[in-house]
């Protein structure tokens, strides 16, 4: 059986939850988030706390408890503090703006400008022009979107000019070696 499965997850102050059939709402006082949970396991609200609960068939639904515990645990935390990604321009020219709250424009170096819209739920500061800071309520939507604008210029290994989290580390490859 899974340790965290059987952990009960409290519920603080001001958050209420609310289970109709597999989908689980949690609304606090940062907004509001919903899930589907496996048909397997059941989620049960009793006295302030949140109890995950494996279905009739052991083998395949205990594997599937702490994934469900996790997820319903990231949702309250969501709406109680919310979760945040923090990325980093590195390049010479390189730069982030935010147009408006829909709109992030990137400059990364190709010939046109980058417009990424931002999708729903998802607060983007921008308090330099290097860097970005990606905020919601949803840790999934949150660790998609951040990995999304990374994407439109990866970190390389040679000067590390890119997009990177502020705590990702770049290991550097040595340049080309000259003629003798």
């Given at each position: 059986?899974?340790?965290?499965g059987k952990k009960p997850i409290p519920i603080p102050k001001g958050v209420k939850v609310a289970i109709a059939g597999t989908q689980v709402n949690v609304e606090g006082p940062m907004g509001k988030v919903a899930?589907?949970?496996p048909e397997n396991v059941n989620v049960v609200v009793e006295s302030e706390q949140i109890l995950v609960q494996a279905g009739p068939e052991p083998q395949r639904n205990t594997a599937l408890l702490g994934l469900s515990r996790t997820l319903v645990a990231n949702m309250v935390e969501g709406v109680t503090k919310g979760f945040q990604k923090n990325l980093e321009i590195n390049g010479v020219g390189y730069r982030a703006e935010a147009k408006s709250p829909k709109v992030l424009n990137l400059?990364?170096?190709?010939?046109?400008p980058i417009e990424f819209p931002i999708p729903e739920g998802i607060t983007i500061e921008v308090e330099k022009q290097t860097q970005i800071a990606v905020k919601g309520v949803d840790?999934?939507?949150?660790?998609?979107?951040?990995?999304?604008?990374r994407a439109f210029r990866?970190?390389?290994p040679y000067?590390?000019?890119?997009?990177k989290y502020k705590?990702?580390?770049?290991?550097r490859k040595a340049g080309k070696a000259g003629k003798k």
């Amino acid at each position: 059986m899974s340790r965290i499965g059987k952990k009960p997850i409290p519920i603080p102050k001001g958050v209420k939850v609310a289970i109709a059939g597999t989908q689980v709402n949690v609304e606090g006082p940062m907004g509001k988030v919903a899930k589907n949970i496996p048909e397997n396991v059941n989620v049960v609200v009793e006295s302030e706390q949140i109890l995950v609960q494996a279905g009739p068939e052991p083998q395949r639904n205990t594997a599937l408890l702490g994934l469900s515990r996790t997820l319903v645990a990231n949702m309250v935390e969501g709406v109680t503090k919310g979760f945040q990604k923090n990325l980093e321009i590195n390049g010479v020219g390189y730069r982030a703006e935010a147009k408006s709250p829909k709109v992030l424009n990137l400059a990364l170096g190709y010939s046109h400008p980058i417009e990424f819209p931002i999708p729903e739920g998802i607060t983007i500061e921008v308090e330099k022009q290097t860097q970005i800071a990606v905020k919601g309520v949803d840790k999934e939507l949150v660790g998609e979107t951040a990995a999304n604008i990374r994407a439109f210029r990866s970190p390389e290994p040679y000067k590390g000019k890119g997009i990177k989290y502020k705590e990702e580390r770049i290991i550097r490859k040595a340049g080309k070696a000259g003629k003798k």
